[in-house]
T-cell receptor, first 112, second 108 residues
Framework: DAGITQSPRHKVTETGTPVTLRCHQTENHRYMYWYRQDPGHGLRLIHYSYGVKDTDKGEVSDGYSVSRSKTEDFLLTLESATSSQTSVYFC???????????FGSGTQLSVL | TQLLEQSPQFLSIQEGENLTVYCNSSSVFSSLQWYRQEPGEGPVLLVTVVTGGEVKKLKRLTFQFGDARKDSSLHITAAQPGDTGLYLC????????FGAGTRLTVKP
């Protein structure tokens, strides 16, 4: 399986503070994704990238931004965290569109 | 409203029983994937179906893709406690969208 590392694994922050989550992959996959997982909603796509500096919005992109300056790294930023952004965040990668997704172990984010 | 609707949301059965879970949409997908997720971990791919009407078997698990490529089902024969987990379907609709999942518990 692809080596996907998410950092941090857990974070507690206060409302209004900026937060950046990092996803690092070692498999040279072209596509990278950020999902959030909440009870009753499954996995919802926040943003995805189809190449270096090529990103697009998903279904719940408001309040989030992303950057991909290198193939291996995909950053998710919450500019001003809100309590509604408390969630488990998963990064995923795939070789191409529609292909198998490889997931990281997730980041538990709590916004107080 | 989810693009992919999964049912049932929760399912609790005894070891040895059979079960079917469903993934439905009004959209057509070029492919559909099924994942299983265990607590504290990311989802892991079980199967990808691509052709309408396709049936794939993975040991005791049988996956079917609807003829119109809008829906899919997962059938488990003689369920075991090790099958316990969250089953998620995902469709390729220019990006990968997931259903809310079916949480399966198999009691010994």
């Amino acid at each position: 399986d692809a080596g996907i590392t998410q950092s941090p694994r857990h974070k507690v922050t206060e409302t209004g503070t900026p937060v950046t989550l990092r996803c690092h992959q070692t498999e040279n996959h072209r596509y990278m994704y950020w999902y959030r997982q909440d009870p009753g909603h499954g996995l919802r796509l926040i943003h995805y990238s189809y190449g270096v500096k090529d990103t697009d919005k998903g279904e719940v992109s408001d309040g989030y931004s992303v950057s991909r300056s290198k193939t291996e790294d995909f950053l998710l930023t919450l500019e001003s965290a809100t309590s509604s952004q408390t969630s488990v965040y998963f990064c995923a990668t795939s070789r191409g569109r529609g292909e198998k997704l490889f997931f990281g172990s997730g980041t538990q984010l709590s916004v107080l | 409203t989810q693009l992919l609707e999964q049912s049932p949301q929760f399912l609790s059965i005894q070891e040895g029983e059979n079960l079917t879970v469903y993934c439905n949409s009004s959209s057509v997908f070029s492919s559909l994937q099924w994942y299983r997720q265990e607590p504290g971990e990311g989802p892991v791919l079980l199967v990808t179906v691509v052709t309408g009407g396709e049936v794939k078997k993975l040991k005791r698990l049988t996956f079917q893709f609807g003829d119109a490529r809008k829906d899919s089902s997962l059938h488990i024969t003689a369920a075991q406690p090790g099958d316990t987990g969250l089953y998620l379907c995902a469709g390729d609709n220019n990006d990968m969208r997931f259903g809310a999942g079916t949480r399966l518990t198999v009691k010994p």
